[in-house]
């Protein structure tokens, strides 16, 4: 580029920024935490509901440090309340709880609506005159003009929300499809409780907290509670999009739960239109969409970075990023000292190419240790993904420089990222040809040999050009693989690979568990195994593991997290593409490796996948050790009488003897536990 064409190009670019940057004053956004109450106690006054909302609302200042606001309607008994955290525009137009021009509707809501513009635009047209710029009143004059459920089909962001209509007297809770923003309601006492974590509906004065050993049975099986359930009987999580309606003068005691968008509707199909296209089609088509669906999400006034963790997903946003972008992306990720589950050298390669700002955290033991005694006030009810630290901290790193992040969260579900996914798709119809008999005795005969000795064994034969035989910790992979060797069905395969253990009613004291974890659907003939197992995952880990780590993580240090790959236009989109797009020759997100390999050389980013882990196993054995012990002593497990000891002594002297690595399991168990001690005061 000649001297004289670059002065030029950089003239107009500037111009077409400073035009890009006052059309983005028009959005007023604003991340948040959300909470309220409908007492049917008649006798409270407006300065008791008022006391009991700001109560509420004043255990979500994580969530929205910048402003504050309670609205209470004391006739009905209605308190909405709400704490925001300024992304774009912090001023009184975009204040919350936010009354309707018409005065109809009341809102408190949490989350972004990235094509508020053009909605707006659209109102314009019907002379919907507006006072300001925020997406809250767009979103209550759509709600005006469009109603509810109509309008949150015309949303395209992430939101949970409550709505009060003082003409029909009827309280409404939405969720957006994916499940990004998370609501939790239920009844207690003479209450209707809700709110984004449940830590606020704790702090109600009527509030009753009685665990639910059969949400706990789920928990040791998937090392989260599964939506619509939690930690605590009769409370529950909202399902990703549905509407919850509340008729308090009609219906007290009693809600419905209605769909306005169904994963299902489109998962169980195929699309024709996109089946038909051409491979090169279904590259520019997709890309275009998840150029447009990073480009909306960079909207912002303040500082705006991305998470970088060297992989696919993440790398390809921070390409689409750094392209679009006039000034280098800040990039963040954490590494570790274990080589096996360091992924960081890959992350600044990454990086260098694409010219971003990086910044990375070397993870220790002792940064570890520092974090978990806070992880049970974090996540508010167990949780036992071990990435929740790491996740945790680089969320507290980019924090320091940066109010939004970017993530690739998504693209392992929506595009067939998981090896359970290569492994339906790829073995089941050969392993599923072996006798039952044969099937059995291999199963028998990996389980007799300890993980580490598997990898003793075949690390000699690492050289040869077989992609299992390159990664690490072989052992526990085989292990894992064995599992499925003894089942008939693809519902029983996906069963085997999300349980971390076999039998949690055994283990748990009186509990009973769930058997409706895979809703019955009757899935479209066409689809493969593989893919319904991404529909499974899309529909409950997800929104309950994947999404909530990251949501509760980087709202604890006040920092907004949007994933791009989980707009639900490529969601939708994505769905029709064939399989053999997705996973090919081995290959994993195949069709999105080949629109990174635009943007990043091939070599920098073909590895086998290691996924956002840390060595949970190791450091129980060493730094962690006594830490463990302290929390699964057998006479303090009797005591509390959640668990039966024998099984969870056994498994840790197993684990402390190398013979067997269970860090899954006990890692469940040690986030109860853990989650238990800081409970015991409420109990």
């Given at each position: ?328 992306v800040k990039t963040f990720t954490i590494g570790f000292h274990e080589l096996n589950y360091n992924e960081a050298q890959y992350a600044k390669k990454v990086a260098n190419h694409l010219g971003t700002q990086h910044t990375e955290l ?322």
């Amino acid at each position: 580029m000649n001297v004289r064409f670059k002065l030029k190009f950089n003239f107009f670019r500037k111009k077409i920024q400073k035009k890009d940057k006052a059309q983005s004053k028009e959005k007023t956004l604003s991340m948040c935490g959300i909470t309220g109450f409908v007492t049917f106690d008649q006798t409270q006054t407006k300065d008791v509901v008022i006391s009991s909302g700001k109560k509420m609302a004043d255990t979500l200042i994580h969530r929205g440090p910048d402003d504050s606001g309670i609205w209470v309607d004391e006739k009905e008994g209605i308190c909405l309340a709400h704490r925001r955290l300024s992304i774009i525009d912090l001023s009184e137009c975009g204040h919350q709880p936010m009354i309707s021009q018409s005065g109809r509707f009341v809102i408190t809501y949490n989350g972004e609506i990235y094509n508020h513009p053009e909605i707006r635009r659209e109102l314009e047209k019907t002379n919907y005159s507006f006072r300001g710029h925020s997406d809250t009143e767009v979103m209550l004059a759509a709600i005006e003009t469009w109603g509810l459920f109509e309008s949150l089909k015309k949303f395209i962001g992430m939101f949970a929300l409550a709505l009060w209509d003082q003409k029909e007297k009827q309280l409404f809770l939405a969720r957006d499809r994916m499940g990004k923003k998370p609501l939790y309601y239920g009844f207690t006492g003479n209450c209707f409780l809700f709110g984004s974590e449940l830590k606020a509906l704790k702090a109600h004065p009527e509030f009753q907290s009685e665990i639910s050993r059969n949400a706990l049975t789920s928990f040791l099986r998937l090392s989260y509670v599964p939506t619509p359930d939690s930690i605590y009987k009769d409370v529950h999580k909202l399902t990703p999009g549905t509407i919850l309606t509340l008729n308090p003068r009609r219906q007290w005691n009693e809600v419905k739960v209605t769909p306005y968008w169904s994963f299902y509707d489109f998962a169980g199909k195929k699309s024709s239109r996109i089946c038909s296209q051409s491979e090169p089609e279904i590259m520019k088509e997709l890309e275009l969409l998840l150029r447009d669906a990073v480009k909306i999400r960079m909207y912002s006034d303040v500082p705006l970075g991305v998470f970088l963790s060297g992989g696919i997903d993440s790398s390809l946003i921070t390409a689409l990023m750094q392209t679009q972008s006039e000034i280098p992306v800040k990039t963040f990720t954490i590494g570790f000292h274990e080589l096996n589950y360091n992924e960081a050298q890959y992350a600044k390669k990454v990086a260098n190419h694409l010219g971003t700002q990086h910044t990375e955290l070397y993870l220790t033991p002792k940064n570890a240790m520092e974090v978990i005694p806070f992880l049970s006030t974090l996540y508010d009810e167990p949780f036992a993904d071990p990435s929740q630290i790491p996740t945790y901290l680089v969320s507290k790193m980019a924090k320091q420089q940066v109010t939004v992040a970017l993530s690739g969260d998504g693209g392992d579900e929506i595009f067939g990222g998981y090896n359970r996914y290569l492994i339906a798709l790829n073995w089941w119809k050969k392993i599923s040809r072996i006798s039952a008999p044969m099937r059995k005795l291999l199963t028998k005969t990996i389980f007799s040999i300890s993980p580490q000795k598997i990898d003793a064994v075949l690390a000699p034969f690492s050289k040869f050009n077989f992609p299992f035989l390159k990664e690490e910790r072989k052992g526990e992979k085989l292990h894992k693989l064995a599992k499925i060797l003894d089942v008939s069905t693809c519902e029983e395969m996906y069963f085997q690979f999300i349980s971390h253990c076999q039998d949690p009613k055994t283990i748990v004291t009186n509990g009973i568990e769930p058997t409706d974890y895979l809703q019955t659907f009757q899935w479209d003939s066409t689809l493969s195994c593989a893919e319904k197992m991404m529909a499974y995952d899309a529909l409950s880990y997800l929104p309950d593991d994947i999404l909530a780590k990251v949501d509760r993580a980087s709202m604890g240090v006040s920092l907004e997290v949007r994933a791009p790959i989980l707009d639900h236009r490529i969601v939708e989109y994505a769905w029709g593409i064939p399989i053999e797009l997705k996973i090919h020759r081995g290959k994993t997100k195949w069709i999105l490796r080949k629109i990174l390999y635009q943007f990043v050389p091939m070599q920098l980013v073909e590895r086998p996948k290691m996924g956002f882990g840390l060595p949970i196993g190791e450091w129980l054995r060493g730094p962690l050790r006594e830490w463990t012990e302290s929390l699964i002593n057998e006479q303090k497990l009797k005591n509390e009488n959640f668990f039966n000891p024998q099984p969870i002594r056994e498994k840790w002297e197993e684990h402390l003897s190398g013979k067997r690595n269970h860090y899954d399991f006990l890692w469940n168990i040690l986030m109860f536990e853990s989650w238990l001690q800081n409970e015991k005061p409420s109990l």
